[in-house]
């Protein structure tokens, strides 16, 4: 069982940053793969980044690529979104999400979910 709680969102204008953190629960994080998601007011979860369980591998979406990066800390139990150059489009609730093993873009596929941290970009 692994429990996930993001923190780290808040309100940001256009072009600034934010980086967010997902705290886990449990002895065995790093045998998991880690993944950030979003759902924007209207819309439906999206994929955003994922990490493999070293760390070595990193996916982004389209639409984040470049501007945003995720990164982990086993030690620590902790993997991190840094939001860079936010857009107004970035609105959305993040959530974050882990899968034994390999990682995957599809949210269905992940096991364990957090409750999600609000992040707001003001143009």
């Known amino acids: 069982q692994v429990q996930l709680e993001e923190s780290g969102g808040g309100l940001v204008q256009a072009g600034g940053s934010l980086r967010l953190s997902c705290a886990a629960s449990g002895r065995t994080f790093s045998s998991y793969a880690m993944g950030w998601f979003r759902r924007a007011p209207g819309k439906e979860r999206e994929f955003v980044a994922a990490?493999?369980?070293?760390?070595?591998?990193?996916y982004y979406a389209d639409s984040v690529k470049g501007r945003f990066t995720i990164s982990r800390d086993n030690a620590e139990n902790t993997v991190y979104l840094q939001m860079n150059s936010l857009k107004p489009e970035d609105t959305a609730v993040y959530y974050c999400?882990?899968?034994?093993?390999?990682?995957?873009?599809?949210?269905?596929?992940?096991?364990?979910w957090g409750q999600g941290t609000q992040v707001t970009v003001s143009s």
């Open positions: 990490i493999n369980w070293s760390g070595a591998n990193t």
């Open positions: 999400a882990a899968r034994r093993v390999a990682v995957s873009f599809a949210d269905p596929e992940y096991d364990y």
